[in-house]
């Protein structure tokens, strides 16, 4: 068997016994095999650039470079609900050197959205840690007569089926179909690639609303291009004080919070999914973290694999709920 062949399969698979150092004539006997991480690592984002998961992504990435001297390479690759990037890292090799950032819409929502998933979040996946947590801003143009959620609520009882919310992703969809089956409204879902998609036609004036991240959203409000009207969280979102929850605005028991959280493929080694963890948590712990992250109102929520693998499970659980309540059907 060609060695590099032979090393290649025992990365993949993770669990074969171990090769004997006459298999390995580039590692001198007696010698343990060079430390994780000897090349770049690559951070797989199904989001587009500008995404919260993509600087999310770019603010690990930097440090864990720092950390291990190694150089990380972002690589985005959007659309189809995280479906393109789930598959590209899957046919990668699972030695931990190609990760992903994964989200409550690729590890737990898509379960629920969709009649046929091409991957297991769960079996396919190894958890690392997880990274952040936090609610959506709801944004409308500018030139909507309204001020507050009620208004919204009320411009859309009179013009049934005819006003629209874009999405692009699990969170931002999940933010217009659960106001719209407990406000009791009647409005459209337009699904977008990503969410920078929905906000372009928002500020183009072909869609009425988004539910977004606050980073993708807030830039916009600040530049008078729209209009926060609410936040899906439980309380009001640190550093967005004056923007009140939409529960607080008469829609009783509204919460939609999205996080995202870090995956190697499933058969990595467990030696290197507890090195990756332990370069990542130190840097989601620290107060460079908790203060960038904080700015835009998301909560680290770093984490020991088990830990990430017990919260997923329960992800998974809350959004299958959510969906069946919201009436929402799979695609």
């Not at 500008?50 to 690589?75: M, P, S």
Request: proline share 8%.
């Amino acid at each position: 068997m060609n060695p590099t062949a032979s090393r290649r399969r025992t990365l993949v698979t993770g669990g074969l016994a171990a090769m004997s150092v006459a298999a390995l004539p580039s590692i001198a006997r007696g010698q343990a095999p060079t430390a994780y991480p000897n090349k770049p690592v690559r951070f797989v984002v199904p989001f587009g650039a500008g995404t919260t998961t993509d600087l999310a992504a770019r603010f690990i990435a930097q440090r864990f470079t720092e950390a291990t001297k190694q150089t990380v390479v972002v690589d985005n690759k959007p659309g189809a609900n995280g479906f393109i990037a789930l598959q590209f890292v899957l046919q990668q090799p699972a030695d931990g050197y190609t990760v992903v950032v994964g989200t409550n819409t690729t590890h737990a929502a898509n379960l629920a959205l969709f009649k046929k998933v091409p991957y297991d979040p769960v079996k396919d996946f190894a958890p690392v840690t997880g990274i952040i947590i936090g609610g959506v801003v709801l944004g409308v143009r500018p030139d909507m007569p309204v001020k507050n959620v009620q208004e919204l609520i009320a411009l859309a009882k009179k013009n049934p089926g005819k006003m629209t919310f874009g999405s692009g992703n699990s969170s931002s969809r999940a933010g217009g179909e659960v106001m719209r089956d407990l406000a009791g409204i009647d409005i459209v879902h337009v699904p977008y690639k990503t969410l920078p998609g929905a906000i372009t036609d928002v500020l183009g004036g072909q869609i009425d609303m988004v539910f977004g991240d606050a980073p993708a959203i807030m830039p916009h409000v600040r530049a008078g291009k729209l209009k926060a009207l609410g936040v899906s969280t439980r309380v009001r979102m640190t550093g967005y004080e004056d923007i009140p929850t939409i529960a607080e605005q008469g829609v009783a028991g509204y919460e939609v919070s999205g996080w995202l959280a870090m995956f190697a493929p499933a058969g990595t080694p467990q030696d290197v999914v507890a090195k990756i963890n332990s370069v990542v948590v130190p840097i989601m712990k620290s107060d460079e973290a908790l203060k960038y992250f904080g700015q835009n109102a998301w909560r680290p929520i770093p984490g020991t694999p088990a830990e990430l693998a017990a919260f997923q499970r329960g992800e998974i659980e809350r959004w299958a709920r959510l969906v069946k309540n919201a009436g929402i059907e799979p695609e």
